[in-house]
């Protein structure tokens, strides 16, 4: 149904409690919207506010046709320093700190205009932005190009780099599947545990197996960073209880996944992840360091690979990064971009001679 832009309007939250029942609205809007993630969910935008939010300013648009929901802006205002002083920057919630690994505008498809709208809301705030920094946005995302028309057509410049890959395994070929799930490696490494001792796949059932779970999930994560030069993000006391709360708010609605792989009854490996829209979401994976040389990461992959494909899910998804091993299972390769709109005319030409140095110097 085509939605006239003018009979679309618009209301800015500033808090989550401005709009009693919004949960509902906001979930059954992604209902219509099949391209959309964890991510995007309610309880998802909420979980990271309560664990970041404090040093932030949230600014959640919402687009109407009559009474009806049609699009959300899940937006949030940083300050930054910039080339004039600190300025206020705006950002999708959940993108700053990687967080949310895709971010995006939620929209009808049936209503188009709705982009239209939010966008229209953004450029007319009372408190103008000195930069327009919507990171972790999915290339294929509809509305990245119509992002793009609609602030070319007022006359503001913006640009697009490329950030990330997403590698993807598309499931539904049963052969090719179970071929990813059985590379040599794989089996290789699963052999050397099944043949030393107990080996064991387990799908926590509970909220409350999986919070016993949590702390050997943060020690073992810190340990297998702690020899490289990005430690472990699980020092971070607030980290933690966004895992925690992740906890106990996605897992009742089934989206969160967490699982263990256990050697002779103790945790070999663990992955934090979520299963949402027959859709596996590969999060945050860890093992025990002291078996490293096995490759329990592996072994972890097999077990997951192999679930997925038992459960006929439509897609095992490594989200972003360009490590190796995720290229090694993949059948499709996506990409986050970065679309950025300055607010004055100099940091535009610093920020896109800045892109197109890094894309010289790209590795091919």
């Known amino acids: 149904m085509k939605v006239d832009t003018a009979r679309v309007h618009t209301i800015r939250l500033e808090s989550w409690k401005d709009l009693p029942g919004l949960e509902s609205a906001w979930n059954g809007l992604l209902d219509s919207s099949p391209g959309h993630s964890v991510f995007q969910t309610f309880p ?20 109407y046709a009559g009474s009806r929901l049609v699009g959300i802006a899940p937006m949030m205002i940083t300050r930054e320093k910039g080339l004039i002083g600190q300025g206020r ?9 990687g967080a949310s690994d895709y971010c995006d505008f939620i929209t009808d498809p049936g209503v188009p205009e709705a982009l239209d709208a939010l966008l229209r809301e953004i450029c007319i705030g009372s408190k103008p932005f000195c930069r327009i920094d919507l990171s972790h946005f999915p290339s294929h995302s509809p509305n990245q190009t119509r992002t793009l028309k609609f602030f070319g057509h007022r006359g503001i410049r913006a640009f697009v780099e490329s950030r990330v890959d997403a590698p ?6 049963a052969g090719a599947d179970l071929k990813a799930a059985n590379k040599s490696s794989l089996k290789r490494h699963t052999s050397f545990f099944r043949k030393s001792g107990e080996l064991h796949f387990h799908r926590c059932e509970s909220e409350e197996e999986i919070l016993g779970y949590l702390e050997q999930f943060f020690e073992q994560h810190k340990s297998r960073w702690a020899p490289t030069a ?16 992740l906890v106990r708010e996605l897992f009742p609605r089934g989206w969160l996944r967490f699982d263990a792989v256990l050697f002779n009854g103790e945790p070999l490996a663990f992955h934090f992840g979520f299963e949402y829209r027959r859709r596996f979401i590969w999060y945050k994976p860890t093992f025990d360091v002291r078996f490293a040389s096995r490759s329990p990461g592996e072994v972890l992959i097999k077990f997951l690979l192999e679930d997925a494909i038992k459960r ?6 490594f989200t972003v990064g360009s490590e190796s091993f995720k290229y090694r299972f993949a059948n499709q390769v996506r990409s986050n971009n970065r679309l950025i709109a300055p607010g004055s005319a100099s940091d535009y030409w610093i920020l896109r001679s800045k892109s197109m140095l890094k894309n010289i110097l790209k590795p091919a």
Do not use: M, T
């Open 230 to 245: 990005s430690p472990s993000q699980f020092f971070d006391p607030d980290q933690r209880g966004f895992y925690r709360e």
């Open 168 to 173: 993807v395994r598309i499931l539904g070929d």
């Open 89 to 97: 920057h705006l950002h999708f919630i959940g993108s700053i700190n």
């Open 44 to 63: 998802w935008h909420v979980c990271w506010w309560k664990a970041f939010g404090d040093s932030h300013e949230l600014l959640v648009i919402l687009a």
């Open 312 to 317: 006929k899910l439509e897609e095992f998804d």
